[in-house]
């Protein structure tokens, strides 16, 4: 019998590894591009990073889990446990401005305040996330969503409820447009322009993050209230992948919240890195309804 409650510590654990490599990295290595992934995007020196991490890490466990990771793809190890990892949503995020170089400094400088926390030592847009969700034949068992630069942890259990940084969270009862708070995927072209123009016209606060696990997770913890992506699936790469939400789903499944694709179909958990959807999600049904109707 799979103890869910250890599995999500050893998600954890993953989770603070990833975290300590990152902060270790130089930082001339998080935007450097250093192969292809599976999914078929560019992988950044960050993306590469995080992933070693992962993939040593759940090697040094004693139980054998299958992996399905953004760059490496698929890792049968015959377990009927399967993580599916992002070790970095938001790869853009996380490498903004990393490339730069501070030259000709003054001979003085201000002192670092001696209480910085440990992980300020990142860089980038401070919204990107690692997120792993392991799931017991194909069913969400597990989920860790850690936000990187703030350190804030996102958990859930089948059946357990959910909770970041250990404290229960809920979404909140939100079910019009114009009283919510919604995160919204940047368009992608004029018509995905035109589908998104109700929501930005009518949702009570608009947000553009660029992290879809973190964002799911802001609406169990009541911090925003929907997500939407409002972009037509075109190939070979709009739209989100599996290990986009994997992560989160169950975050708000279990603090009240539901998702779907654009179809209004239940957000698929197929281990397949090369299919895409448009996912939506809200605190409420009647504001995800409410969502999908918008973009129309």
Not at 122 to 147: E, I, K, T
Not at 205 to 231: E, K, M, Q, W, Y
Not at 271 to 283: E, I, K, W, Y
Request: proline share 6%; hydrophobic share 45%; charged share 20%.
């Amino acid at each position: 019998m799979i103890d869910a409650e250890r599995l999500l510590w050893s998600l954890v654990e993953c989770s603070e590894e990833v975290l300590q490599a990152i902060v270790a990295a130089e930082r001339h290595q998080l935007a450097e591009i250093v192969g292809m992934g599976a999914d078929g995007a560019e992988t950044k020196g960050i993306d590469q990073i995080a992933e070693d991490v992962v993939l040593h890490f759940f090697e040094r466990l004693q139980t054998p889990i299958n992996i399905l990771s953004e760059e490496v793809g698929f890792v049968d190890r015959g377990s009927s446990i399967t993580v599916i990892v992002d070790p970095i949503d938001a790869t853009a995020n996380a490498t903004a401005a990393a490339e730069l170089t501070l030259t000709d400094l003054p001979s003085s400088l201000h002192a670092v305040p001696p209480s910085l926390p440990n992980h300020s030592g990142q860089f980038g847009f401070p919204f990107y996330a690692f997120s792993v969700g392991a799931l017991l034949d194909g069913v969400p068992l597990a989920s860790c969503v850690r936000n990187l630069p703030t350190g804030d942890v996102f958990t859930a259990v089948r059946g357990g409820g959910s909770r970041m940084n250990g404290v229960p969270i809920h979404c909140e009862p939100v079910t019009e447009l114009k009283d919510a708070w919604v995160a919204l995927v940047r368009p992608a072209d004029d018509e995905g322009l035109r589908r998104s123009a109700t929501l930005m016209l009518n949702s009570n606060r608009i947000r553009v993050t660029g992290c879809t696990a973190l964002d799911l997770c802001l609406i169990a913890a009541g911090s925003l209230h929907g997500f939407a992506n409002p972009n037509i699936h075109w190939p070979p790469n709009f739209g989100e992948k599996v290990v986009d939400y994997a992560g989160a789903v169950l975050v708000l499944q279990e603090a009240g919240g539901v998702s779907a694709d654009q179809h209004g179909n239940p957000l698929s958990l197929d281990l397949d890195l090369l299919a895409r959807v448009m996912p939506f999600a809200a605190g409420t049904p009647e504001l995800l309804q409410a969502l999908l109707e918008a973009v129309k």
